[in-house]
């Protein structure tokens, strides 16, 4: 049981809760209110959902500078994220100063799946933990629990188009809230307000090193045009 007492031990603490959503603008408190303080971040409505598979953890002390520190999309992103803001132009790549040229671009980032998965050592082999992110659906016995994606593009009515963090963040999606890995958009309802509108689903070159027969700058390539176009 990867969620019992024993994993708990060999971590040595609670299951972990995952990240919330990484956007700005006047929807930054409800959907991330555990890493919110009035103005930490540029207030800047997200235009691009970047979505990845399985949730990070929440960062120490609830900062939202913190949030999905030591993912490989930020090495991806940081040449033309740091070009792109006039305001980080010239800056050092620390993670603090890309998080905040990622939201003033009009980024959001978020997970599929709200799990957080955790690797510890035990024995000199290695176990992935999983644990669930409190309040996130839970789906048939067994299988990991989603964020609330579809809610959040119902009620963030400026984002414009999804950019998957490869095919596989895609497919987790299609699972969970419906149509087909290949479909290139979707209808989402505007929540309040009414009326529907189109959301793009774009795939992007998985970020991992594993993905190694893309270079990394075809990566920045590709998704610099998805995130900033």
């Known amino acids: 049981d990867v969620g019992g007492e024993e994993d708990r031990r060999v971590l040595g603490r609670e299951e972990p809760e995952g990240c919330g959503p990484l956007l700005g603008g006047a929807h930054a408190s409800r959907f991330?209110?555990?890493?919110?303080?009035?103005g930490d971040l540029p207030d800047v409505e997200p235009r691009?959902?970047?979505?990845?598979?399985?949730?990070?953890p929440?960062?120490?002390?609830?900062t939202a500078l913190a949030m999905y520190e030591g993912r490989s999309m930020w090495r991806v992103m940081e040449g033309f994220l740091l070009s792109a803001s006039d305001e980080e132009k010239g800056s050092s790549a620390d993670?603090?100063?890309?998080v905040k040229a990622a939201v003033r671009s009009g980024v959001a980032v978020w997970d599929v799946l709200a799990e957080v998965h955790e690797t510890a050592a035990r024995n000199g082999s290695r176990r992935t933990k999983r644990a669930k992110r409190p309040g996130a659906a839970d789906g048939a016995a067994g299988a990991a629990a989603s964020n609330d994606v579809v809610g959040l593009l119902e009620r963030v009515h400026t984002i414009e188009s999804v950019?998957?963090?490869?095919?596989?963040?895609k497919l987790a999606f299609a699972k969970r809230f419906g149509g087909?890995?290949?479909d290139a958009s979707m209808t989402v309802k505007n929540v309040p307000g009414g009326g529907v509108r189109e959301v793009s689903l774009i795939v992007l070159p998985s970020s991992s090193r594993?993905?190694?027969r893309v270079s990394m700058e075809q990566k920045a390539r590709a998704w610099r045009e998805a995130l900033l176009r």
């Open 48 to 56: 691009v959902l970047l979505l990845g598979e399985t949730s990070s």
């Open 58 to 62: 929440k960062p120490v002390g609830g």
């Open 95 to 98: 993670h603090a100063t890309l």
């Open 163 to 169: 950019c998957f963090i490869g095919a596989k963040a």
């Open 180 to 182: 087909d890995k290949n």
């Open 210 to 212: 594993a993905n190694a």
């Open 32 to 38: 991330r209110p555990e890493c919110f303080t009035p």
